[in-house]
Antibody, heavy 125, light 112 residues
């Protein structure tokens, strides 16, 4: 079965850190870009970060640059998001999502076709 | 950043009636390869988002053919020809032409 399952969420203090993980199965993980997307309680979707096939290129939304780090381990079919210097506004449900890489076009374009159930991050004292 | 603006933000619809959601981008979404990377997602209550449409008008397998996407440049539309109860949820457009990827605010579809 094709699936993504996130873990690692929880309660963190402002200024604290967390590491989120996303386990992929049922598809060729190394042949796909991957992203993290978050959703604050009662709010819309916000793309957070993206990583290319071999992890050599990372992209971030401005609000998390310098605080979050996306990484992947293709040998373990796993995606990660290291969250540091956490703020209250980082409180959200964090989804990992597959961003299909289109070989013929040499591009991935956010057509997230597989999503995990999400892992909740709460930043509070 | 490319700003994606959806309207309406709330969409009450009678069962069996059509529905239409507009999505406008602050810049053209035509990429250097001349393709347009505009996607639509549905998020049912309590569920993860699900892709409905990619590259403006390509419908995903398993998505009912009552859903269709259209548009070009900066103006895009998601249409539902006849709304069913299972269509209740929030619909988001998202551009993948330029970094950072950006979503619209979401349109909440409910049954009247």
């Amino acid at each position: 079965e094709v699936q993504l399952v996130e873990s690692g969420g929880g309660l963190a203090q402002p200024g604290g850190s967390l590491r989120l993980s996303c386990a992929a199965s049922g598809f060729s993980f190394s042949r796909n870009y991957m992203s993290w997307v978050r959703q604050a309680p009662g709010k819309g979707l916000e793309w957070v970060a993206n990583i290319n096939l071999d992890g050599s290129e990372e992209k971030y939304v401005d609000s998390v640059k310098g605080r979050f780090t996306i990484s992947r381990d293709n040998t373990k079919n796993s995606l990660y998001l290291q969250l540091s210097s956490l703020r209250a506004e980082d409180t959200a449900l964090y989804f990992c999502a597959r961003d299909p890489y289109v070989v013929t076009d040499n591009v991935a374009y956010g057509a997230f076709d597989i999503w995990g159930p999400g892992t909740m991050v709460i930043v509070s004292t | 950043d490319v700003v994606m603006t959806q309207s309406p933000l709330s969409l009450p619809v009678t069962l069996g009636q059509p529905a239409s959601i507009s999505c406008k981008s602050s810049q053209s979404l035509v990429y250097s390869d001349e393709k347009t990377y505009l996607n639509w997602f549905q998020q049912r209550p309590g569920q993860s988002p699900r892709r409905l449409i990619y590259k403006v008008s390509y419908r995903d397998s398993g998505v009912p053919d009552r859903f269709s996407g259209s548009g070009s440049g900066t103006d895009f539309t998601l249409k539902i020809s006849r709304v069913e109860a299972e269509d209740v949820g929030v619909y988001y457009c998202m551009q993948g032409t330029q970094w950072p990827y950006t979503f619209g605010q979401g349109t909440k579809l409910e049954i009247k």
